[in-house]
């Protein structure tokens, strides 16, 4: 799917550091580096940034479900953490599992290599 870069990249996601791996019809995937300003005070990889990873690559597979020209936003989202990272890199890959006229349901993995950091469920409102 070819989307015009300012579509698929925010300031936030720049300031972060994420990188769009793949973008299909209702699934994005994105990675993040573990960098210097990444960590928290354990020096593992913040939570936050991993939330945020998550929040970005939802965004991106509701866009690639219902049309960049289409706005959605968070209405929920939970998640799941299941190991630190300490280095290296991640990769979120954010699947639409429902579709509806005013929501969208989304489902998230965070993997290192092909180990699961995190897992992610959220709720998204269309504009």
């Known amino acids: 799917m070819e989307v015009p870069k300012e579509y698929v990249e925010s300031a936030f996601s720049q300031l972060l550091g994420c990188r769009l791996q793949r ?3 209702g699934v994005a995937e994105v990675a993040l580096a573990l960098e210097p ?12 940034a991993i939330f945020s990873l998550v929040d970005i690559s939802m965004g991106l597979a509701c866009s690639a479900s219902h049309g960049f020209d289409q706005q959605s936003v968070t209405i929920e989202c939970k998640i799941n953490y299941m190991r630190a990272v300490s280095e290296g890199e991640v990769v979120c890959t954010a699947r639409v599992l429902h579709a509806g006229r005013r929501t969208l349901v989304v489902d998230a993995d965070v993997l290192q290599d092909d180990k699961l950091v995190a897992k992610a469920q959220g709720t998204f ?3």
Do not use: D, I, P, S
Request: glycine share 16%; proline share 0%.
């Open 23 to 25: 973008l299909e019809t």
């Open 37 to 48: 300003h990444l960590r928290n005070r354990g020096q593992k990889l913040h939570g936050g």
């Open 125 to 127: 409102a269309v504009l």
